[in-house]
């Protein structure tokens, strides 16, 4: 089995502020290698505890409130360890996302850029719909897949579907999952979608909406009907 290729120079910065475990847990490698890789350019080894950047309050709720970053990539970002970034939510009285909520913003984030692959990541169903994986979710299928234009969608909205909405694409194309690309629906309308002409947009919407316009006719007569003679 191949190592893997690792920057010497970078293992050196990264000495700076964390220790070689967590070096060799960052890098994807073992806690030997990053030893060897230190004694090779003669640091001697550190005994004196490590000074940790400073991370301000505005800075952290940048990252965690407005960007959604978990910890691990704060921690990735700002070059502080995990543990540190936890008890910097809890000095600056932080509110801490739920278990529900981290698994949401990180189905979110590989919706929006993950890779199209079999392992994990994002793949396609045999109907031509892109899904990513994310354990956890309302919608999640048995293996933990949901589709992308759900996410996309939960993202744009700031809330989870309802289970009676549906997600439409406006194109046609099962793939593009952009937000302009997407509608919230009704199922309902949804089935008449599909129904109808695939290939004329036009069509489409004029079929949808003479077929709107003839139930809410048929439903004020109805009321109509109901009123008593007397109140007419």
């Not at 030893?35 to 990252?63: C, G, H, V």
């Not at 919608?139 to 009676?164: D, F, N, Q, S, T």
Request: overall charge positive.
């Amino acid at each position: 089995m191949k190592k893997a290729i690792i920057n010497e120079s970078e293992v050196v910065e990264l000495y700076k502020t964390l220790r070689k475990h967590e070096i060799a847990k960052r890098l994807h490698t073992g806690k030997g290698r990053i030893a060897s890789i230190l004694e090779q350019y003669n640091i001697p080894r550190r005994r004196s505890r490590i000074t940790t950047p400073e991370l301000p309050k505005s800075k952290l709720e940048e990252l965690y409130i407005n960007q959604k970053l978990s910890g691990p990539q704060i921690a990735l970002r700002t070059g502080i360890r995990e543990n540190r970034v936890r008890y910097l939510l809890k000095v600056y009285a932080i509110p801490i996302r739920t278990q529900a909520e981290s698994i949401h913003f990180t189905c979110q984030q590989r919706a929006a850029g993950g890779y199209l692959g079999s392992r994990g990541g994002r793949t396609v169903t045999p109907e031509g719909y892109v899904r990513v994986m994310c354990k956890g979710h309302p919608r999640a299928e048995k293996h933990g897949y949901v589709l992308e234009h759900i996410l996309v969608m939960e993202k744009k909205l700031g809330r989870v579907l309802i289970p009676w909405e549906t997600v439409h694409h406006i194109d046609g194309d099962k793939t593009n999952n952009r937000e302009d690309n997407l509608e919230l629906i009704s199922r309902a309308n949804h089935t008449l979608y599909k129904r109808m002409c695939a290939h004329c947009e036009l069509r489409k919407r004029v079929r949808l909406l003479e077929w709107q316009v003839k139930e809410l006719t048929r439903a004020s007569q109805y009321r109509m009907n109901e009123v008593p003679t007397s109140e007419k």
